[in-house]
């Protein structure tokens, strides 16, 4: 098994990378191909030890930055780790591709150089976003902006295949985000979505509300990228903002400076709701390979669980898997 | 002044509707007409003080549900406290109206039969929502789930007068909620609204992520409705896992327990950042008159609040200052 990784990618490049990619081969089976500036990547590589053989360097000598577009892999840097790595997924029969660099550029380079699968016209990121009961699998989180409701359909089969084959649920029930709850909610395309999943995706329960998410009641939570966003930034900003005021209004008082170091390790626990790092990685799902997406903050722990979950996709035949299930029904 | 209050609206109605109102004429130079059942809505107001004559009822028959559909209002329940109030306002010179009944239901009866402002096309929910700096007014928050890019525009133009006004900011700040802050992220009807904000809205900061609603920097940010019932929906949605979350952790530890009681007071802080129940009501802009909507969980601490809102309204002549500024930037 060879999986190629994105050395460049993230806020810790290559540092991050390099020594979550070390975790990930003395704990799994499994080799790694680094896609970097070659130089760097060495210079990472030389400050652990690790099993001789397992990982390997290929040189790709650009990068592309987070704030660039989504098109730079595809026209201006052909070279990048990016478009480089896609490439050896693509030519070199390389099992799977994990980025934490450019999301945008990753999509883009993903759909255009491996193109889509049978059945499926856009390409979705899914999200593993822990709640109180245990997880919920939400797709699209950004990949795609202006679906059409066939889109959303194909998103939903592809969720469910993920999170039965991968995350090990027996039948997982699909919710739509949507504004309320009742059937006839929502804007005229959300009608549209919510009938021809009813007719044609098994165990669909309707229409879900955003404040229903982090209870965990759904498996798969289907919605147009653009909401999906709003969804993980709007957490992200929102448990970062009440930290933030929870030091602000601690340092006001000594008890509860007190009162917070006894708190502390349960504290912890809450920052772990909603926390999408936990997983390693969001799937890239449609595209005709085993891509995974890692938060751009990813810390060597993120990597190597992204790494752990491709191994999984691989294992379990991912693409075959949800192919056949697609094909099975009608689009 | 004359206020017209849905006595029967809200999870607590009558009750907490009646205790928000005596609460408000004691406070305020204002009048109240209490709308609905006026056998249950007497029962309830005998059980307090208040000055005489500054409390009055006017009978309505029926109640529409909190879920019945929002056309009901219109059809089968005209006799419903609802309607009956937003014809008060219409016909008979009252002031303002407010309500924590069923939200579509309002919007419907206040839209059709009010009218709309000139120059506005469609309705626009707005709430203030507290954030780490001070507040954010947030519009749409779910009137209009199928907006054009002009009605956003409207929705710029109303914010800025509303935050002005009302709220007291100078030279208010407008934002546009998008999935990336560079020009040029989002759908293509995210591309369309930005280039239209641009032209003709003052003081306009381009894209605001979710992630930043919270930190405070921006005055206003404009969305449609389903982006806005999302953003209210899963910050609800995620304080209150995190608060049953952080329950469950303390009582897991006898000194975590300690802790959270040494805690109390600040920790009670953290759950007023983005509680738009803080502020009492979400004004209905875009409508001929004054509407506010309450939270269906209304206490009579948030009525009472949301009566105050509606005084504010009454004393700027919001509905003029409003019609003048939109009559100013053509549209």
Same mark, same amino acid.
């Given at each position: ?18 020594? +979550? ?31 001789? %053989? ?40 390389? *099992? ?29 990121? +899914? ?14 989180? +950004? ?10 359909? =194909?998103?939903?089969?592809?969720? =469910? ?8 649920? *027996? ?12 059937? %006839? ?38 919605? *147009?990228?653009?909401?999906?966003? &709003?969804?993980?930034?709007?957490? =992200? +900003? ?50 005709? %390979?085993?891509?995974? &997406? ?38």
């Amino acid at each position: 098994m060879k999986i190629v990784v994105d050395a460049m990618g993230g806020d810790f490049a290559p540092e991050s990378v390099v020594a +979550g990619v070390v975790e990930a081969v003395k704990e799994f089976d499994a080799n790694i191909i680094l896609v970097g500036i070659e130089e760097k990547v060495q210079a990472e590589l030389k400050k652990h030890d690790y099993p001789q %053989g397992r990982i390997e360097i290929i040189h790709a000598p650009t990068t592309v930055e987070m704030h660039e577009p989504a098109t730079v892999s595809l026209r201006g840097k052909k070279d990048s780790s990016i478009a480089v790595g896609i490439n050896l997924l693509k030519e070199d029969g390389f *099992d799977a591709f994990v980025s934490a660099g450019n999301t945008g550029a990753v999509v883009a380079a993903s759909t255009i150089n491996l193109g889509m699968l049978n059945g499926v016209e856009r390409p979705a990121i +899914g999200l593993v976003i822990p709640t109180l009961k245990n997880f919920t699998f939400l797709i699209d989180v +950004g990949a795609n902006t202006d679906p059409k409701p066939e889109h959303l359909l =194909q998103s939903a089969l592809m969720a =469910q295949v993920y999170t039965k084959e991968i995350l090990g649920v *027996d039948t997982p029930r699909v919710g739509l985000l949507n504004i309320g709850e009742e059937a %006839g909610k929502g804007s005229g395309f959300a009608k549209e979505i919510y009938k021809m999943m009813e007719e044609r995706v098994a165990d669909f329960d309707g229409n879900v509300e955003a404040s229903g998410i982090f209870k965990g009641e759904h498996d798969c939570i289907i919605c *147009d990228g653009v909401m999906g966003n &709003i969804v993980i930034k709007i957490s =992200q +900003g929102l448990m970062e903002s009440a930290a933030a005021l929870l030091r602000r209004e601690i340092s006001k008082s000594p008890i509860a400076m007190i009162g917070a170091v006894m708190m502390k390790s349960r504290l912890n626990h809450i920052k772990k709701l909603a926390d999408y790092t936990e997983y390693g990685g969001a799937p890239l799902l449609g595209v005709n %390979g085993i891509v995974m &997406i890692s938060h751009g903050r990813s810390n060597p722990k993120a990597i190597k669980n992204a790494i752990r979950a491709t191994i999984r996709e691989i294992e379990h035949d991912i693409l075959r898997v949800m192919t056949e299930r697609i094909s099975r029904t009608t689009i």
